[in-house]
């Protein structure tokens, strides 16, 4: 059983888009020796946000592509809340972006590839926003071969 609103509609192509920008944003992550998770905030078919982990950079653990993301897309519209938004990131989040994302009441969260250890979901209590659906599994594998090739290199 799932805490979770899985969302069960394919909404394919236009996830698969997306989830290519956010993995365009991951690639700068890498490039700039961080750990390669990338994040977009798309409102009404355009984007309004978009990070990556900086965490290194900044010296900070909570700079998050996911917290990145949420940041810049609401200095975009102006307002905290971020309804009728979907965020694609590449890696599922962890507790603190779920948190993060409940507080700005998004609508749909896609994921690419599942964080068993770190990831929100199995840490089985709710930390989404009710109205919050949930989609995962989109380009998973392109999205964890990111990741796996940047901790190889650090070996
Ligand atoms: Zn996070």
Known sequence: ????????????????????????????????DEIPIGAIVV????????????????????????????TSATQTIGGKYLKDCTLYVTIEPCVMCAGASYWTQISRIVYGAREEKRGFISKGSNLLHPKTVL???VMAEECAAMMKSFFAKRR
């Open 135 to 137: 989609k995962g599994g």
């Open 43 to 70: 409102s009404k078919n355009r984007i309004i946000g978009r990070g990556y982990n900086l965490t290194e950079r900044f010296n900070d653990v909570t700079a998050h592509a996911e917290m990145q993301a949420f």
């Open 1 to 32: 059983m799932s805490f979770y609103n899985f969302e069960d509609t394919d909404s394919g192509e236009q996830d698969i888009h997306y989830m290519k920008l956010a993995l365009e944003e991951a690639k700068k992550a890498l490039a700039e």
